[in-house]
C-alpha cells in the first residue's frame, strides 16, 4: 500500500518527472488565464456547440434515425467530449499541474487522449460503413443493427483502453530514463504504440476510401457523372484535414521519442500542436454533415427555431422533433428540389 501511494497520490513526483524532463518549469503563474489558453478555450467551445447541433439534429429528424447518421452522431459525440476534455486539460495545466497527483494527471491526459482516440474510430467506422454501403448497394437493415452497435461500442472500448494503459501501469513512473518530454509521466515506448494504432487507422481509411471511389468509377458507371466528383471531393477533404490537422501532433511525439532528454525545444511547444489537432473536431461536423443537403437544411432548421438566425420568434412546433425536415421550408421560404429515387438513395452522405 506504501508504494502504491507513492506513486499514484504523491503530487511530488509529477514535480520530479517534470523537472528531470523540461528545460524550465513555470511554478507560479498568473491570476489571469494567457491569452493563447483564452484563445484555445474559446475553439473548443465553438467545438462543443458544433458538434451539439449535429447530436440535436440528428435526433430530431427521425430521417436521420439511420445507420450513416447514427455514425455521425457517434463521431459528434466524441468531438463534443474531445472538446470537453482538452478544455479541462488546458485549465489544469502550467502551475496547476505540479498541484496535481498521478492519478489527476494520468485522469487528465487520458481522458484526452481517449476522447480524441474515440474521434478518430469514429472516422474509420464511418469509412467502414460507407464501404458497406456501396459494395452491398443499400444502407443498413434492421437485421444487420447488430453491427453498427459492435462498431460504435467497439470504438468506445478501444479508445477508453488506449487512454487508460498508463494508469493500469504502462507509465514511466519508476523509471525516468523512459520518460517523454511532451507527457513527462509517459512511457516513449506508449507513445510509439499510439503513433503506430493512430497511423494504421489512417492508412486503413485510405484504403477505404480508394477502394470505395475505384468501385463507384468501375461498377458503377451510372454513378460515376453525379456522384464521382463528390465523392473525389469528399474523401479528399476528408483525408487532407485528417493529415494536416493531426500529421503535426505524430511528428511532434514521434520526436519525443527518439530526441535526447532536453535536447529539442520545439518539445516544450507541443500543446499548439495539440491544439491544431483538436481542430479536426471542429472540421468534422463541417465535412460529414455540411455536404449532405438534408443536414444543411436541419442545421438551419434548428439555428432559425432557436431565433439564432433572425428569422423570427421561435415557435412551440420548432421544438417538436420531426420525421422529415420537410417544415424547414416553412421557416427559410425555400422549396427542395425533386430527387429521382436513386438519387434520393445514395446521395444521404458521399
Known amino acids: 500500500m506504501g508504494s502504491i501511494y507513492k506513486y499514484y497520490f504523491n ?16 511554478k507560479d503563474g498568473p491570476a489571469t488565464l494567457p491569452p ?37 452522431g457517434n463521431l459528434a459525440f466524441s468531438d463534443l467530449l474531445a472538446g470537453s476534455a482538452f478544455i479541462a486539460n488546458v485549465v489544469l495545466s502550467g502551475p496547476v499541474t505540479f498541484h496535481l ?12 487522449f481517449a476522447t480524441l482516440a474515440a474521434s478518430v474510430f469514429s472516422l474509420l467506422a464511418i469509412a467502414i460503413e460507407r464501404h458497406v454501403a456501396i459494395t452491398k448497394m443499400k444502407v443498413y437493415s434492421s437485421d444487420k443493427s447488430c453491427r453498427m452497435v459492435l462498431l460504435i461500442g467497439a470504438c468506445w ?9 498508463p494508469i493500469l501501469g504502462w507509465n514511466c513512473l519508476s523509471d525516468l530514463n523512459d520518460c517523454s ?20 487507422i489512417l492508412f486503413s481509411i485510405v484504403v477505404l476510401y480508394v477502394r470505395i471511389y475505384c468501385i463507384v468509377r468501375s461498377s458503377h458507371a451510372e454513378m460515376a457523372t453525379s456522384h464521382a466528383v463528390s465523392l473525389l471531393r469528399t474523401v479528399t477533404i476528408v483525408l487532407g484535414a485528417f493529415i494536416i490537422c493531426w500529421l503535426p501532433a505524430f511528428i511532434i511525439l514521434l520526436i519525443d521519442t527518439s530526441c535526447p532528454r532536453k ?6 511547444q507541443a500543446k499548439y500542436f495539440f491544439a491544431f489537432a483538436t481542430l479536426n473536431s471542429a472540421i468534422n461536423p463541417i465535412i460529414y454533415t455540411l455536404r449532405s443537403k438534408d443536414m444543411k437544411k436541419e442545421f438551419l432548421r434548428v439555428l432559425c427555431c432557436w431565433g439564432v438566425m433572425g428569422l423570427g420568434k421561435p415557435e412551440d412546433r420548432c421544438m417538436i422533433p420531426l420525421r422529415s425536415s420537410s417544415s424547414l421550408d416553412r421557416c427559410t421560404q425555400k422549396q427542395e428540389l425533386p430527387t429521382s429515387p436513386f438519387m434520393k438513395k445514395h446521395s444521404t452522405f458521399v
Open 11 to 26: 503530487s511530488c513526483k509529477i514535480l520530479e518527472h517534470y523537472n528531470y524532463t523540461k528545460d524550465k518549469l513555470e
Open 36 to 72: 493563447v489558453t483564452i484563445v484555445i478555450i474559446v475553439v473548443c467551445c465553438i467545438i462543443i456547440l458544433e458538434n451539439l447541433l449535429v447530436l440535436v439534429s440528428v435526433w430530431r429528424n427521425k430521417k436521420f434515425h439511420s445507420a450513416m447518421f447514427i455514425f455521425i
Open 101 to 112: 497527483t498521478p492519478v489527476q494527471w494520468f485522469v487528465r491526459e487520458g481522458t484526452a
Open 157 to 165: 472500448i478501444i479508445s477508453a483502453a488506449i487512454g487508460g494503459l
Open 181 to 200: 518530454t511532451v507527457l513527462p509521466l509517459y512511457s516513449k515506448r506508449y507513445i510509439v504504440f499510439v503513433v503506430t494504432v493512430f497511423i494504421a
Open 263 to 268: 535536447a529539442c525545444t520545439i518539445l516544450y
